[in-house]
């Protein structure tokens, strides 16, 4: 089934098929949003927050062009807002959300310990960390979601040429450590 | 080298951040509950769309002259209908942070760039989407700036500023107010999304109708002028039409077509009910007056100090007296505060920036 099929159903009011886009899209939504709000609990309140503005909303999902950017936007919003405290019952307002003074990079694993071992890992953890803010949140969507560099642009608000430069600077890290 | 290019890959590709257990089944969970909670707005089916209704008007107009209306809004859940992807770039561009804290009007333009302008100077575009401006601008220029970003332009509290878009449409803009407009307007219809109060003199044109997008409504026009008061704070929605016809959709997707001198009023999203006014009334601000007809003490403070930039705190025992009468918002906030304690039963006083109304 296409996205656009599914969104179809989604829009016709099938709860099945909106339990399958949850699925599609929580994994990625989760760990964007733990990188601003660091807690599980509040990550979810998040998430739970934008799958409902999803709901409400589902009339017009046909009408919009990059489901996943649009998601990404209102986790991002949402996440801010609940680290201000602030009304979080009004998640598709269009509020001046603003910047998260700080993002995390949640612990990165290797599924094989023998191609990166568990020191190297947590060093390479400890230096992703350490980069700015906004170098994570890039690294994040482009490398962990993978999402496409043309559309981070669009969801933060930056230039292409900026998202190179970030994830340059945050592989050149990565690559240092490993050739340690 | 070679191995720390292999390893390095292989944690591009292979690796990634570790789920604890049971994370999806509570964002299910979550989600669910939050729908029930939220049923009785959620569930409910769209009411039938007429269109006919629409073409109607839209023939009757053609020929028709410039109207006023005015809103007032609260803003909650986006909507949006005839113009696909038009909330889509509001959400996108609203996104886009800036720092908007500022004191002064503030114009975003698509690219980034931002101007600052003076209180009430005008803020030019010609027909082809350039501002009409010596640029002197702060902010990086994108180089990749599609023609589907939009302009912003931001009011802060106790400023206004007036706006002339690309299309010879006018806009004067109240205090603490954001008005998002494309660079250049689509050919088939007219776009923009007000957060916040404007006064809008549509340029005539009935090949392309212009649109107001607010959250809970849409209103369809022609040539016409009319007013928004939208602040998303506010609990009340209203619209008033001066002159010409307007039509609007609520989230419900009731459809209702305005004459002149009616308003409208909203409650949660749908509409309320309509009746017999005054319309001028409601556009008096963009000439420094604000009429009263029994408005409350509350909502009069609320809005003078949306207007001056100030904090004012009324008390809850005197919120409900109501006033009549004219405020030339041209005075100084405390000739107005003082002309108030005159004519109410109150007294205003002043600590650190705040002014405070009380019984007397």
């Known amino acids: ?180 | 080298m070679k191995e720390s290019k292999k390893k390095t890959n292989y944690f591009l590709n292979s690796c990634s951040p570790i789920i604890e257990k049971g994370v999806a089944e509570s964002i299910h969970k979550k989600t669910f509950e939050k729908i029930e909670l939220n049923k009785d707005i959620s569930i409910l089916p769209p009411p039938a769309k007429t269109g006919k209704k629409t073409r109607l008007w839209v023939s009757v107009l053609s020929g028709s002259v410039a109207a006023a209306i005015l809103l007032l809004a609260v803003f909650s859940i986006k909507h949006t209908k005839e113009e696909p992807n038009f909330m889509d770039i509001v959400s996108l561009t609203e996104n886009q942070v800036y720092e908007n804290n500022s004191d002064e009007v503030v114009l975003i333009l698509s690219d980034s760039r931002q101007v600052v302008f003076s209180q009430d100077e005008l803020i030019a575009f010609t027909s082809d989407g350039v501002l009409d401006y010596p640029i002197t601008t702060s902010g990086d220029k994108k180089d990749d700036a599609t023609q589907e970003s939009l302009n912003q332009l931001l009011v802060p509290k106790g400023k206004s500023s007036q706006l002339l878009l690309s299309d010879g449409t006018k806009v004067w803009v109240n205090a603490g107010s954001r008005i998002f407009f494309p660079k250049v307007f689509s050919k088939e219809k007219r776009n923009i999304y007000i957060d916040g109060e404007a006064y809008l003199e549509v340029a005539h044109n009935a090949d392309r109708p212009f649109h107001v997008t607010a959250n809970g409504f849409d209103i369809k026009v022609l040539g016409t002028s009319f007013n928004v008061f939208a602040y998303k704070n506010d609990d009340m929605k209203e619209v008033a039409l001066v002159s010409g016809k307007i039509e609007i959709t609520d989230q419900q997707n009731q459809v209702l077509e305005m004459k002149p001198d009616e308003l409208v009023s909203f409650a949660q999203n749908s509409i309320l009910e309509k009746k017999q006014v005054d319309a001028k009334n409601y556009t008096s601000w963009i000439n420094k007056i604000l009429i009263l007809q029994g408005e409350t003490l509350t909502a009069i403070t609320h809005r003078l100090a949306l207007t001056y930039g100030v904090e004012i705190h009324c008390d809850s025992s005197i919120g409900k007296e109501e006033m009549f009468g004219k405020l030339d918002l041209n005075n100084d906030i405390k000739e107005i505060l003082n002309y108030l304690e005159l004519m109410l039963p109150i007294s205003v006083t002043q600590e650190e920036g705040t002014f405070s109304l009380r019984q007397k």
């Not at chain 1, 179809?8 to 733990?34: A, P």
């Not at chain 1, 919003?77 to 509020?95: A, V």
């Not at chain 1, 969507?141 to 994830?167: D, F, G, M, R």
Request: hydrophobic share 45%.
């Open chain 1, 1 to 180: 089934m296409s996205e656009r099929e599914l969104l179809n159903k989604i829009k016709e009011g099938d709860i099945s098929m909106f339990r399958r886009f949850i699925d599609l899209y929580n994994r990625d939504l989760y760990l964007f949003s733990l990188g601003y709000v660091s807690t599980r609990e509040i990550a979810e309140e998040v998430v739970s927050d934008v799958f409902l503005a999803v709901w409400k909303n589902r009339e017009k999902l046909d009408q919009i062009r990059s489901v996943k950017s649009w998601l990404l936007v209102m986790t991002k919003n949402q996440s801010i807002s609940y680290l201000r405290k602030e009304q979080p019952d009004t998640i598709i307002s269009i509020d001046d959300i603003g910047e998260a003074d700080n993002y995390y990079i949640p612990q990165i694993q290797a599924p094989d310990n023998n191609i990166i071992s568990l020191e190297e890992m947590a060093r390479i953890n400890e230096a992703i960390n350490a980069l700015p803010p906004k170098c994570k949140e890039v690294f994040m969507l482009a490398k962990i979601e993978q999402i496409p560099y043309k559309e981070i642009a669009q969801i933060l608000n930056i230039s292409v040429k900026t998202i190179n430069v970030h994830i340059a600077k945050a592989i050149g890290v990565i690559a240092k450590l490993l050739n340690e």
